[in-house]
């Protein structure tokens, strides 16, 4: 085998993301971040502490696939107050390396060769990639814009027999889309009619804002029993780097998960499992609400700056992006786009090819709000100046 051949064919087609491309651009230029979802922000005090507390108590070895006990009981607590959802901590959670490391292992758990799992587009795309690596095979549903709704004759028409799974991110990345009730039960009947297995990624359920509420795939009637629901706290509490996150699901598909986990992470890390465990006793609820504010307050930020420099914001309902038509600038395609901005106001984005499979992306960039305040007002003074 030559260097030229080294990749396996299962990767074969991967390349690095946009996400990360803008971020290198963005580096080499010297302009401010709005592409990658890095969150650059202060995690919280008590968080910082819990876990200091659990590195010097050494609690340095590996822990039980599905986590340890104290974060178990505590997620449990969580998703029963916070979801509606209720989890028996010990079989119904597995303790991951991150959202991403639940959504792989639960794609090797319980998925075979050749099964189509749907995903919404806009999409993030690194679900679209899992699939694939997975030897799965994304089969990718347009959701209507402005306000990206589901449509449930296109929904129907892309099963086919061999499909499987579900993918739903609510609130989303990129788009902001956060699935209404109605939404979620259309999807539900279509699950219980073809025996469809759910996954939803939720790991930004506490970043809504106004009429908008988030409510969890598995809480619909008929549901819990046939969803892996997945989150964690990277985005939360601005801990992107710790890759802490769970999946919660019944035993009989919790269980293989877990040992998928086993496999390839052996467990997420000790020290920083018993820290957020501590301190999700100690965390007052107002921090949410606080977070909340301070994220739809960078939306409303950035949004009217992009109306005032003649781009046209989908206004988002929930999480930190925002998709922005940008036809304005006259570019050809989204990359090149994103390259103008970047080169003639200093601002980076994500073109809105990489969240899209049809061609309704060619004119959309996603820009990320999760950066501290002074930086979020600079951009947007650069972007009212173009």
Known sequence: MTNDDARSSRIAFL??????????????????NLGQGVCPLPAPEVLLEATAESVREDLSTYSRWEGVEPLREALADKLKRHNGLDIDADRHLVTTVGSAG???????????????IIVFEPYYGYHVNAIRVSDCIPKVVSLQPPGWELDEVALRDAIGENTRGIVVNTPSNPSGKVFDREELETIAAVCEEHDLLAITDEIYEYMVYDDAEHISLATIDGMFERTVTISGFSKTFAITGWRLG??????????????????????????????????LGRIDESYYDDMCAKYRRNRDLICEALESAGFAPHVPD???????????????????AAMELLERAGVAAVPGEAFFQSDAGDQLLRFCVAQPLELLEEAAERLQGL
């Not at 639940?102 to 189509?116: H, I, K, P, S």
């Not at 699901?249 to 998960?257: D, G, H, M, S």
């Not at 930190?320 to 570019?331: F, H, M, N, R, T």
């Open 15 to 32: 390349e690095q993301s946009a996400i990360r491309g803008m971020t290198r651009h963005c580096e080499r230029l010297g302009g401010i």
């Open 102 to 116: 639940a959504f792989a292992c639960t794609l090797q758990a319980l998925f075979e060769e050749g099964d189509e």
């Open 246 to 279: 769970y999946a919660a699901a019944p035993q009989r598909l919790a269980e293989p998960i877990g040992l998928v986990n086993d496999l390839f992470y052996i467990c997420a890390p000790t020290p920083l499992q018993h820290g957020l465990a501590r301190a």
């Open 318 to 336: 929930g999480s930190y992006y925002i998709l922005a038509d940008v036809s304005a600038l006259g570019c050809e395609d989204s990359t090149a």
